[in-house]
């Protein structure tokens, strides 16, 4: 049976229809969420997308993750399930408190649209647990908030525990101010929990995919996580 | 002594008295509201009706033409492609932002009422030059706010152009145009039958907006024009994107008979056009209407511009399905009337009738206007100053170079970077290209989209303006191996009582009605703009054409990158055709001489090659040749595909810099692996358009034999930096 990857819609999700197709293209089955249901319908894993969820009037984020859906989201993680914010969704996530950080508007305080390089600097999460650490992915941003932030603190906890997922780099993997597009502390595109079983980033993996629409760097991610749920041979 | 009233929202005497007469009474000041918002040059065109009358509007493949909220063109396999064009431009100039915001929103909604999905946005710019801060605070208000809404919608921005002009300096073109897609069965038309129920949806009716037809678009902007701000719509796309949603589900259900969007004069628009429409009347009842206020007239509640709002058109047994989906997406919804037997608009308020009018007097029997028209004095000289009889004083290479880094040329990525043109998942071709290409889902077909008008050209010789509008951009949508198949038009003019503007606009329409007819692509509609001057600053003649192509196969799409190893061609002919170019502009500093002649048969055959050369697959790459010549296209194609070239030019007789920098119509540069070079050549043959190969792609380094070299590397710091360095400058706030 393909595993079942449910995508939450909130009101101004943009990229859920997005997120679907990827899950599809990539072999999964997906299952379209309701931000007002609180069942996840037996998704084996919760993808929050892109978009601008109210409007992201008041604060990116910060409306979406009192909906009734995320009581749900954050029972499946603490169960160890695996969850991907992208986007607006990793902002949902940690304005949810399921991840470390926050995002700020980026430091040239306009709308980025581009294709951009990230480097995997974790393999502790499902997303990239079939990946070698340094494997460069060329995927795309959108987004007028995404440089990443935290307190010293929380940086020195994140880098010692490895839970940076992803750095914004150049197309050999080298790090410099001209590859990050946003303004990102350290140049973090991603980052996951303790555990490594939610985890969020901004660039979008959902729109890397398709050969015929630009690179395809986000399909590791979704060959990962869907490799994920095969029972290993034994 | 006070104004009377009708002159002050913008009606004449005679238009005062034509009221009168329609109602054989003095009308009271909310039918005076309504009667000025619906006659206004913007709703009524009056002032051009007589003269569109003039394009061509039919064809085969043409669902829906000119009238309704937008055109819809067939597809094939049962799809529909709805477009529009739209100006934004006077709300832009006093307010960039929130100008710009609701522009986009405006034409979303306009596609969205035909009952398709919006699928894509494109929008066609001109500012003054960027050296002036006002011209680039304007450009920054302009591009943050249609990136500000159109990002937050999920519709992809895909396209456009930007392009500087002295005379857009006072006045900046903001132009809209959305694309979308339905299945061809359930286009729907905004048409009330009796008894329907009228539905206002989404966003509460507020004083925003009140005036903005007749007050901000029908008139010249004036000392002092920052204080119709208030006329200025705000923009909340999140609304928009639940309308969208909301509305989609609605129709996909059968559950609407009608969707109209609630635009320029707001209510009294959307409900006396729907009825007009379905040879109904209307009642409907202001007291039912959300608003955002206490207190407000019905006059301003009738005319008011508050923006996310649809009236949607229904049967009274689909109220309840149609209730279910608006609170599952949190919409407002109301019954604010009905469709009645009888043949007028009546306005009811706290039980009285506050107006009635015939729904036909409002939407169709508007004055029209056959106004005078007369060249300008100045158009003969102008003419006859032909830049390349003047000797080229600056070298090749320095030429190319400043081309490429005038701000027409230049790269628009510090414009495009702003919008989000991935959503959506099915942009083939994004900004930068020729033409945008749209994939349309579950299927293996592609539209292409390009947005084209040169304002030289148009202040030149308004015909040719007109007419090159329509060929370039079909031109491009050729480019990328689509056959051309409809337009859509915004024509952005200056006062329409100068005779000078007027004739402008009827030699404008004269071309453009030529070129659609040769080239086989009717007009199905879009929008005029008039009154785009201040003081005695006017706008160019500015025609923008919206193209719509079609590919069937999008696994036979054709970029413009230069590969390495392949041969590169010129189709067409050059000839010394300086008159109106780049480089007489940016070069010789003149904007005058003759634009370049356009014979519509070799167009024609041009585009033909290029289509049938993609569907062949013998072309491994198209560019169109236009701003700038055949060296800044050369340059662009390398440049995109990171590829040096090796070319001499064709024409011996030429002097090269007008070989260079000509900007002859009807060419495009080509490139072609070495294994289909006879099979490319076989083709041109046949299609008799004349090519010229000039050399070979390869190496870092673009060659032009005997004349000069320059690195791509060079040229790209060039082509790049030109608009991020203007823009750098310290921009005060306004």
Known sequence: MKPRIGVITFPGSLDDRDARRAVRVMGGEPVALWHGDSDLQGADAVILPGGFSYGDYLRTGAIAHFARIMDTVREHAEHGGPVLGICNGFQILCEAGLLPGALVRNRSLSFVCRQVHVRVDSDRTPFTRDLRLGTVLDVPVKHGEGQFVADTETLARLEEQGQVVFRYCSPAGDLGDEWNPNGATDHIAGVANPRGNVVGLMPHPEHAVDPDTGPTGGRALFESLLASFVPAAS | ?734
């Open chain 2, 1 to 734: 002594m006070s104004e009377p009233l009708h002159r002050a929202l913008g009606l004449t005497d005679e238009e005062h008295g034509r009221v009168v007469e329609t109602l054989e009474r003095e009308p009271n000041t909310a039918e005076l509201a309504m009667y000025a918002a619906m006659w206004s040059e913007h709703c009524s065109y009056k002032s051009s009706k007589v003269h569109l009358r003039e394009l061509p509007t039919e064809g085969p493949h043409i669902l829906v033409g000119p009238g309704e909220d937008a055109g819809v063109v067939d597809l094939g396999e049962g799809l529909a492609c709805v477009f529009k064009m739209e100006s934004h431009s006077h709300p832009s100039a006093i307010e960039p932002y929130q100008g710009a915001a609701t522009g986009v929103g405006g034409i979303v909604r306009d596609v969205l009422s035909m009952g398709a999905r919006p699928v894509a946005i494109l929008d066609p710019l001109r500012f003054g030059p960027l050296e002036e801060p006002r011209n680039r605070w304007l450009m920054s208000g302009v591009v943050a706010g249609i990136g500000g809404y159109g990002n937050c919608i999920g519709i992809p921005t895909v396209g456009g152009e930007v392009k500087f002009a002295e005379a857009h300096g006072a006045n900046p073109t903001v132009n809209a145009m959305c694309v979308g897609f339905a299945p061809a069965d359930r286009v729907i038309h905004a048409q009330a039958e009796v008894g329907a129920q009228l539905v206002l949806i989404g966003s509460r009716t507020g004083r925003d907006g009140i005036g903005g037809v007749s007050v901000l678009a029908s008139r010249t902007l004036e000392e002092g024009s920052d204080e119709q701000r208030p006329s200025v719509q705000i923009g909340d796309p999140f609304a928009e994107k639940l309308l969208i949603e909301a509305c989609l589900e609605m129709i996909e259900s059968g559950l609407l008979s009608g969707l109209q969007d609630l635009g320029g004069a707001g209510i009294t628009c959307a409900v006396s056009e729907s009825a007009a429409r379905g040879g109904t009347g209307a009642e409907i009842d202001l007291d039912a209407i959300p608003l955002r206020e206490p207190g407000m007239e019905p006059f301003e509640i009738l005319t008011s511009e508050s923006q996310e709002r649809m009236l949607a058109i229904l049967r009274p047994e689909s109220f309840g399905p149609v209730k279910a989906v608006c609170e599952r997406w949190g919409l407002e919804h109301r019954v604010i009337g009905r469709a009645t037997p009888e043949e007028g608009v009546r306005v009811m308020s706290r039980g009285k009738v506050v107006a009635e009018v015939p729904a036909r007097s409002l939407a169709d029997e508007g004055p029209t206007y056959d106004r005078p028209m007369s060249p300008p004095r100045e158009q003969d000289d102008l003419l006859a100053d032909d830049p390349a009889d003047q000797p080229a004083t600056v070298a090749e290479r320095e030429s190319l170079l400043r081309l490429l880094g005038s701000p027409n040329v230049a790269s628009k990525r510090w414009v495009y970077e702003q919008y989000d043109s991935l959503v959506g998942g099915n942009t083939l071709a994004g900004p930068g290209s020729d033409a945008a290409l749209i994939r349309i889902e579950g299927t293996r077909r592609a539209v292409a989209v390009s947005t084209d008008g040169n304002g030289r050209y148009g202040h030149l010789d308004p015909y040719l303006g007109g007419a090159h509008a329509v060929a370039e951009s079909a031109r491009n949508v050729a480019c990328a191996g689509a056959r051309p198949l409809a337009i859509t038009n915004c024509l952005n003019f200056g006062n329409p009582e100068r005779p000078e503007v007027m004739w402008a606009f009827r030699q404008t329409i004269d071309g453009m009605g030529e070129a659609c007819r040769a080239l086989g692509t009717p007009v199905t509609g879009g929008n005029v703009s008039f009154y785009n001057e201040s003081g005695d600053s006017a706008i160019w003649p500015t025609p923008v054409v919206g193209m719509l192509g079609l590919i069937e196969e999008y696994g036979r799409r054709v970029g413009m990158a230069f590969t390495a190893g392949n041969a590169v061609y010129v189709l067409g002919e050059t000839l010394p055709e300086l008159g109106g170019s780049e480089y007489a502009e940016a070069i010789l500093g003149t904007v005058s001489g003759r634009p370049p002649a356009l014979d519509l048969d070799r167009e024609s055959a041009l585009i033909r090659l290029l289509v049938d050369g993609a569907q062949e697959g013998v072309l491994a790459g198209a560019h169109d040749c236009s701003d700038g010549g055949l060296a800044v296209t050369l340059a662009e194609s390398a440049m995109a595909g990171d590829c040096g070239f090796g070319v001499s030019l064709p024409d011996e007789d030429l002097p090269p810099h007008v070989a260079l920098f000509s900007e002859s119509a009807s060419r495009a540069v080509v490139s072609v692996e070495p294994e289909r070079v006879e099979a490319f050549e076989a083709l041109a043959a046949r299609q008799e358009v004349p090519f010229a190969r000039l050399g070979e792609t390869g190496g870092a380094v673009m060659v032009f034999d005997g004349l000069f070299e320059l690195p791509v590397e060079e040229a790209r710091n060039v082509y790049e930096s030109a608009i991020p360095t203007l823009m750098r400058r310290k921009t005060p706030a306004a």
